[in-house]
Every structure is written in structure tokens, then in C-alpha cells.
């Protein structure tokens, strides 16, 4: 893969299952929440990151997250 700003091909994938609590912050808005899906996908969370300039790779801007809409995980 290469960097989508600067083409460096030291970029860092990044792809985790979150099968306990996982914590997450996105302003001043915090929530404890079971599975990684603000970001991801059920419970797994992925991510590329470039090691040259520290673009994140993908499409911005990010839509809202369930986190900023209000989203409740205890409901």
C-alpha cells in the first residue's frame, strides 16, 4: 500500500478485534463502549496510518459516529 498524501509505502496497517470494553474520546465526548464499531465494523477496528508525513489513509471527511449522535451502548 502506499500513502495516499506523500506515496511512501511506510505505511502502518493496523487491524485489531476488540472482544472486551474499549474506550473511545472524540472531543469532549467519551463512552465506554463493548465493540470497536465508532470506527469499524462489529467488532473489529482497522486502520492505516503513514509513517512518513502521519496521513491517515481513507476517505475525509469521516461521517458522524454513532458516539457524536447521542449513541447509548446501554440501550
Known sequence: ????????????????RSKDMTWYKIGHVEAVDQYAHILGNGDHFEVEICLDC????????????????GYDPDQ
Open 1 to 16: 500500500m502506499k500513502c495516499q498524501q506523500c506515496g511512501s509505502e511506510r505505511v502502518l496497517e493496523v487491524s485489531a
Open 54 to 69: 502521519g496521513q491517515v489513509q481513507g476517505d475525509w471527511p469521516h461521517d458522524l459516529t454513532y458516539l457524536e449522535e
